[in-house]
């Protein structure tokens, strides 16, 4: 199984600052035939399931805000939300697709500082 | 707009099966690029990935829970349901339905993200 990784696991961030969520995943998630990392990014707020907000670890699904932004590659991700806002306050999951069992990170809680 | 919804019994005594339906609506269940599949979260804790199915019946397991699960689909319902066997206290959690999207090349599909989701239902397994 490939095993996901988060960092820190919990994180307070002031209005308007920056945030970021770590993700390493125990093997590359990379296609290197396809060009494409097998990651994605979810947002958990308290009592609702979780929402998509990024696949191929750095394509926002539709509607989702253009602070949150993922970037990295093969083993190493990142979720950025560039200017914290109060509905932000979630838990950020991080998800590989590349090869069954599919598996998430273990969760990251982001809160206002 | 796609809607799932989680049903079923939210107690469950240890040693039994637990049962849970998923209704899909606003939307076919019947579509070769989706699979449809379960998620838990225990409380407090994190996102586990049961097993997913798509309508052809084509099943993929998380192998930790293979051998107690068992994911089937109703196509005439737009529904697909999942069996956990002989569970205990750690099978507590809330159970989710979602869909994900799936690339399929000849007999082997790859599963990909969960895009939909239902609310969740809380099942407790306790005497």
């Known amino acids: 199984d490939i095993v996901m990784t988060q960092s820190p696991d919990s994180l307070a961030v002031s209005l308007g600052e920056r945030a970021t969520i770590n993700c390493k995943s125990s093997?590359?998630?990379?296609?290197?035939?396809?060009?494409?990392?097998?990651l994605g990014w979810y947002q958990q707020k308290p009592g609702q399931p979780p929402k998509l907000l990024i696949s191929w670890a750095s394509t926002r699904e539709s509607g989702v805000p253009e602070r949150f932004s993922g970037s990295g590659s093969g083993t190493d991700f990142t979720l950025t939300i560039s200017s914290l806002q109060a509905e932000d306050v979630a838990v950020y999951y991080c998800q590989q697709c590349y090869s069954t069992p599919i598996t998430f990170g273990q969760g990251t809680r982001l809160e206002i500082k | 707009q796609l809607q799932l919804q989680e049903s079923g019994p939210g107690l469950v005594k240890p040693s039994e099966t637990l049962s849970l339906t998923c209704t899909v609506s606003g939307g076919s269940i019947s579509s070769s690029n989706y699979y449809w599949g379960w998620i838990r979260q225990p409380p407090g804790k994190g996102l586990e990935w049961i097993g997913s199915i798509q309508y052809s019946g084509s099943t993929y397991y998380n192998p930790s829970l293979k051998s107690r699960v068992t994911v089937s689909v109703d196509t005439s319902k737009d529904q697909f349901s999942l069996k956990l066997t002989s569970v205990t206290a750690a099978d507590t959690a809330v159970y989710y339905c979602a869909r994900h999207g799936a690339y399929c090349t000849g007999v082997t599909c790859y599963l990909r993200y969960f895009d939909s989701w239902g609310q969740g239902t809380l099942v407790t397994v306790s005497s």
């Open positions: 093997q590359s998630v990379l296609s290197s035939s396809k060009n494409k990392n097998y």
